[in-house]
T-cell receptor, first 114, second 112 residues
Framework: DGGITQSPKYLFRKEGQNVTLSCEQN?????MYWYRQDPGQGLRLIYY???????QKGDIAEGYSVSREKKESFPLTVTSAQKNPTAFYLC?????????????FGPGTRLTVT | DAKTTQPNSMESNEEEPVHLPCNHS???????IHWYRQLPSQGPEYVIH???SNVNNRMASLAIAEDRKSSTLILHRATLRDAAVYYC?????????????FGKGTKLSVIP
């Protein structure tokens, strides 16, 4: 089955530690995205990538970093510089960036930092 | 992206049709109408999208008003699995429309 996988589902970290969230897709999509969702809120875009070896900051990129070395993979690192890292993180992909493409989401990773 | 307005919540009986409305009076000619839904603690799920004509797929139908200022998502037979928050989103079809902007959405409850 084609889809997006994110691991782990739940992640716990101590404050001051960097943590990397995994996102893999086998849909052969060029574009990939990372969103953050806080309780009762909508999604906010962290980073997006249109193609391998290229990525752009979204609205809330501070304290996060990404890489796109392979088409299938778009890992997100939450650094110690991110002031409020506890959130639900969602990875998505689409054929392209244009507005007529639908985005497909992974199941999400719930990160708790204490 | 232009703004959409949806009711906060709706209820439906199981196995009955559900019509979820969305108003988007400031829609532009190049905006696509997308619908997504999100179950608790899960990632959003794409439902359907369209531009001008009504659209059908295995999940739902999308009815778009002639003036495009409103649309309706139709679930033909609601099941308990359809209980979710449904989001109506407008997306510009050109370059730069790279993110989904989720509003509050409509929380659909399905009564057994």
């Amino acid at each position: 089955d084609g889809g997006i996988t994110q691991s782990p589902k739940y992640l716990f970290r101590k404050e001051g530690q960097n943590v990397t969230l995994s996102c893999e897709q086998n849909l052969n999509h060029d574009a990939m995205y990372w969103y953050r969702q806080d309780p009762g809120q909508g999604l906010r875009l962290i980073y997006y990538s249109q193609i391998v070896n290229d990525f752009q900051k979204g609205d809330i990129a501070e304290g996060y970093s990404v890489s796109r070395e392979k088409k299938e993979s778009f890992p997100l690192t939450v650094t110690s510089a991110q002031k409020n890292p506890t959130a639900f993180y969602l990875c998505a992909s689409s054929t392209g960036l244009a507005g007529f493409y639908e985005q497909y989401f992974g199941p999400g990773t719930r990160l708790t930092v204490t | 992206d232009a703004k959409t307005t949806q009711p906060n919540s709706m209820e439906s009986n199981e196995e009955e049709p559900v019509h979820l409305p969305c108003n988007h009076s400031t829609i532009s000619g190049t905006d696509y109408i997308h619908w997504y839904r999100q179950l608790p603690s899960q990632g959003p799920e794409y439902v359907i999208h369209g531009l001008t004509s009504n659209v059908n797929n295995r999940m739902a139908s999308l009815a778009i008003a002639e003036d495009r200022k409103s649309s309706t998502l139709i679930l033909h037979r609601a099941t308990l699995r359809d209980a979710a928050v449904y989001y109506c989103i407008l997306r510009y079809s050109g370059a730069g429309s790279y993110q989904l902007t989720f509003g509050k959405g409509t929380k659909l409850s399905v009564i057994p």
